[in-house]
């Protein structure tokens, strides 16, 4: 890790009330104290100073408000500077040139994070959840995140290596010491624990989906034939006429996504292209990617014009749109929705709520899981497995393959780590984290 001193602006980007600017370094106390116009010993750490901030000619450059954070008690572990300033782009601008001339340097993205990393002040897992709260739209979104970035996710990760490295302890003590020197049955114990262990694994990947639906959005299609009132029930839903409504067949060729937030959850709403054969080119185009829309949903509203009694699938719900067109109410699996009436619609927005719940409720308490630990997590489940399912009495080879599954694990937590995983990690995050 180099020992530049960084900084970047930490707020958002644009016009606002209050700016803060960070700066990350060695030996910051004497800059400090330049800044804020006092004396060594007169600087106290967390302490907010008000301050005339001038540059090196002594000309003004803002009014001020600086805390000084010694280390190792910083978010980076090194010492950090927090300028809290007028967030005008003008000003900001010349405190960047002001630092410059002071041999600091602009960070790249998640170089503070990547640093407090360094200096054990956060995991990976740490990390990957700061990155979702940063990203977080919704209630749910935050309460998943931070039970992630304030080490929730962090604590089982380390469980299950401290016991995948016991277990190869003891499988390798089994070859190099005689019985009566180890626990009674630990052979039949070191088996149960590693079982035990590789559901409690394959349990948390089978919840991707599910820890996917909450960071990303879950995902709704409205999906049907043409003139069913897809679009229609869309702006309806979304509130907004997003999608454009007519009589013509085929008016929507593409899909159409808004977000909407249900009950603290994301959801990302897609109206798709109306279902029928067509020789035109363009519409084929349009459903193909209904078709891919309706295999990712996590839940599909399968929107239909007239009283068709369809059985909905797991992850359906059957819509009879324009139902004050309808005489006939036959179909006690659907429901019945009329926008030109206003009716239906809250019953409709209650199944969602329900479907919803009964999918995500209770995944707040699931691990955060990202493409980079999905896939490791998928070769700890593939080693465990390996070290169950191949186990023919030797305990040299039973040992390697749980040895590797800890090391996926530490991959994970960042413990065993390769430059280009860290790399990938801390590139998700912003300026000034």
Known sequence: MNNDTIFALSSGFGKSGIAVIRISGDNLQEFATHIIGKKNQELKSRHAYFCNLRDDAGDLIDQCVVIYFAAPASFTGTDVIEIHTHGATAVINKI??????????????????????MNNKMDLTDVDGLAALLDAQTDRQRQFALKSMLGGDGEIYNAWREQMVEIAAYAAAILDYDADDLPQN?????????????????????????????????NIALCGETNVGKSSLFNKLVGTNRAIVSDIAGTTRDVISAQIDIDGYLVNLSDTAGMRETGDEIEKMGIDKTKSEINSADLVLHVFADDNVVTPTDK??????????????????????????????????????????????????????????????????????????????????????????????????????????????????????
């Open 96 to 117: 960047f040139e002001f630092l410059s001339r002071h041999n600091m340097r602009m960070a790249i993205p998640g170089e503070f994070s990547r640093r407090a990393f």
């Open 316 to 433: 359906e719900i059957i819509v009879i749109n324009k139902c004050d067109k309808i005489k006939t109410h036959n179909n006690k699996n659907a429901i019945y929705t009329s926008v030109k009436n206003d009716s239906g619609i809250d019953e409709l927005v209650s199944a969602i709520r329900k479907k919803m719940h009964n999918i995500l409720d209770g995944a707040e308490n699931n691990l955060i899981i990202n493409a980079r630990t999905h896939k490791l997590l998928s070769d700890t489940e593939h080693e465990l497995n390996s070290a169950l399912t191949k186990f023919d009495g030797n305990y040299d080879i039973f040992a390697e393959h749980v040895r590797r599954a800890a090391d996926n694990i530490g991959k994970i937590l960042g413990t065993i780590t390769a430059t280009d995983v860290m790399d990938a990690t801390f590139s998700q995050l912003c300026l000034g984290k």
């Open 186 to 218: 630990i052979d039949e114990k070191i088996l149960a624990k590693t079982r035990a262990l590789h559901q409690e694994i394959k349990t948390t990947l089978s919840h991707y989906n599910i820890s996917r639906a909450i960071t990303h959005g879950f």
